[in-house]
């Protein structure tokens, strides 16, 4: 790697490079749920999330969505705009599955009649609770304006992906965005991989994402190198 560690989360690290405003990023194999409460690993996750994450990304900035992604370096390297990130996770949801069906008491996989944004307080002490608009103005986490710009822009990402995946029979039941500020500008950060979205198959509604981990299904691995084959066309 090109300069020291910066950071060490649950799924990736950050390095420092020459450059005081740039980034790496490696994706490791590690994977948690609930929490970090369940911990493994899943062979080769960080090479395809990178590559998945990478793709989408590529895609986004074509069809107008900016993020800190600047290019892939390798396998398991991606180069960055170095972000100070924003405290709040954006879900958002397509069709009933995982916390809203606990919720609500949706069934999971009942089709949302429009599609739901949710703010979460990134805070792992806290387990990330859902919070609202107000919860954000108390706590400082953004102003009004940037809180309706991580929406609009999460609602434009929804339909990107959403219509890029359906195209390789793919349903975007849900997701989690991250964003953060470069100079003034927010940028979307993080990664878009089958650890942060649910992908099941259009036909079958088999699941291709992280569920597999979470819910002891099996087949890991192979689900994510699914949706890499599928994106790779
Ligand atoms: P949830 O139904 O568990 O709230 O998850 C909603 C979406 O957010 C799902 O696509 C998985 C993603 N997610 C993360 O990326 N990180 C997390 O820590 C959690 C809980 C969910």
């Known amino acids: 790697m090109a300069?020291?560690?910066?950071?060490?989360?649950?799924?990736?690290?950050?390095?420092?490079?020459?450059?005081?405003?740039?980034?790496?990023?490696y994706f490791k194999d590690d994977a948690t749920a609930f929490n970090g409460a369940k911990k493994g690993q899943i062979d080769s996750k960080g090479v395809l999330n990178n590559a998945i994450s990478s793709m989408?990304?590529?895609?986004?900035?074509?069809n107008g969505v900016k993020s800190h992604f600047i290019k892939k370096i390798d396998e398991r390297v991606m180069l960055v705009k170095k972000l100070k990130i924003i405290q709040i996770e954006v879900v958002v949801r397509n069709i009933a599955a995982g916390s809203l069906s606990q919720r609500i008491g949706w069934t999971e996989g009942k089709l949302l009649p429009c599609p739901v944004v949710e703010f979460y307080y990134k805070d792992d002490d806290l387990g990330d609770p859902l919070i609202n608009d107000y919860h954000v103005a108390a706590m400082g986490l953004a102003t009004p304006e940037e809180l309706a710009f991580l929406a609009k822009e999460s609602l434009k990402v929804n339909e990107i992906l959403k219509a890029h995946l359906l195209g390789r029979k793919v349903k975007l039941v849900d997701f989690k965005l991250e964003y953060g500020k470069s100079d003034?500008?927010?940028?979307?950060?993080?990664?878009?991989?089958?650890?942060?979205c649910r992908f099941w198959d259009s036909e079958t509604n088999l699941k291709l994402d992280k569920d597999r981990f979470r819910r002891d299904l099996g087949g890991?691995?192979?689900?994510?190198?699914?949706?890499y084959d599928r994106l790779k066309g």
């Open 3 to 25: 300069g020291k560690l910066l950071y060490e989360g649950k799924a990736k690290k950050i390095f420092e490079t020459e450059h005081p405003y740039e980034v790496e990023v």
């Open 56 to 62: 989408f990304f590529e895609l986004l900035e074509a």
């Open 184 to 196: 003034q500008e927010i940028l979307l950060g993080d990664e878009i991989s089958p650890d942060t």
């Open 220 to 227: 890991v691995e192979e689900a994510y190198q699914e949706i």
